[in-house]
Structure formats: C-alpha cells, structure tokens
C-alpha cells in the first residue's frame, strides 16, 4: 500500500530520503514499523536520527497522522491503511 511519509523541519532527514515529502510502498503494520522500516531502508544515518537505541522512535519527536491527529509514542502501533499520511516533526523548546 502507498504511504506518504512527510518530515516538518527536518532537513538533513529530508535531504537523505530525497525531499520533504516521500511516497513509500508499505507491506502493511503499525505507525512504528513503518518508521523502523523506513530508518532500515535509507541506513544508518536515518535511523541513528530518527530512533532511539530500543528501535523505537526516538522521544523527540511527534506524529501526526493524516495532517489531524497528534499522537502520543504509546499510539506508534495503530495500524495504517492505504493513503495514509504520517507526518514526523522534531520537538523545538526556547523561550
């Protein structure tokens, strides 16, 4: 199934996967496998950033799905259907 996979504020990851907005063929499974096969198939530089050492995505980031739903780390497994959006944005923090 096609998956878009987009990054918000992410260059360097963009950068590696060609672009900000990425279609990706998806065998089938939750949010999460899909990041973890996604890390796999563009290497080690994309997984180091996007994952922390347990292969879960790492704390700093959050997920949007479909452009509407903020999800929590504890939501990663929701099973996603063909034609969805998964978007992945890094955490900012200042003052």
Do not use: C
């Not at 907005?21 to 796999?40: K, M, P, T, W, Y």
């Not at 739903?69 to 890094?90: C, F, K, N, S, Y």
């Amino acid at each position: 199934m096609k998956i878009t996979v987009e990054f918000l504020s992410l260059p360097n990851i963009a950068k590696l996967v060609g672009g900000k907005s990425v279609s990706h063929d998806f065998l089938g499974g939750s949010i999460q496998d899909l990041i973890g096969e996604f890390a796999n198939k563009y290497g080690k530089r994309v997984s180091d950033f996007l994952l922390a050492p347990d292969g879960r995505l790492d704390a700093g980031f959050r997920v949007v799905l479909n452009q509407k739903e903020w999800l929590t780390h504890d939501q990663l497994d929701r099973p996603l259907e063909e034609g969805d959006t998964v978007t992945i944005a890094m955490l900012v923090g200042g003052g």
